[in-house]
């Protein structure tokens, strides 16, 4: 499934999908996700390339209506939301797969997606800035996987978009399958 996810604040809001997205995110994965949300002194300055693979809009399947709403309160800057397919499939280890990492317009932050396996903790997978507003809707992984299931862990980095400096990171889990 699709997950769309944000770190819920502390203080009430009024758009109940902000309040919800915390428990509608481990109904859509049937999992938990990992809320690593952390302050950083701003040690990574260097200038993020960005992805040549991302598109600008709204993922393919999304409600635009639905998203449009969602839009219309922009995120503080400790919440980092995401959108990302649970359950990506790749035809081969070295073929591309439905990834589907999305970096919302509300976000206000750039975003990099790393995926782990989580029984080697091996990075598999890694992007290059994802600006806000845009998705990238299939890639390859950047290690050749034999064939198989792999429970994994995506982590989305979030960096200030005028000098580039670390936010903090969010979590969750997604299954990696690869047929042949």
Request: proline share 5%; with cysteine.
């Amino acid at each position: 499934g699709l997950a769309r996810s944000e770190t819920a604040p502390k203080k009430q809001k009024k758009n109940p999908w902000i309040i919800a997205a915390a428990c509608l995110i481990l109904l859509v994965i049937g999992g938990t996700a990992l809320w690593l949300t952390r302050e950083d002194g701003g040690a990574e300055n260097d200038p993020l390339a960005l992805d040549d693979n991302a598109t600008m809009g709204v993922l393919p399947g999304i409600d635009v209506a639905e998203r449009q709403a969602q839009l219309q309160e922009q995120l503080d800057e400790g919440m980092i939301a995401f959108s990302i397919n649970t359950s990506p499939v790749f035809a081969t280890g070295g073929s591309e797969g439905n990834r589907m990492l999305e970096n919302p317009a509300n976000n206000a932050k750039l975003l990099v997606g790393e995926i782990y396996i989580d029984a080697t903790q091996e990075l598999v997978y890694q992007s290059k800035a994802i600006p806000t507003g845009a998705y990238i809707e299939n890639a390859r992984l950047d290690k050749v996987l034999e064939p198989g299931e792999y429970p994994a862990t995506v982590y989305f980095k979030a960096y200030r978009e005028e000098d580039h400096s670390f936010i903090g990171q969010a979590g969750a889990a997604i299954k990696i399958t690869v047929l042949s």
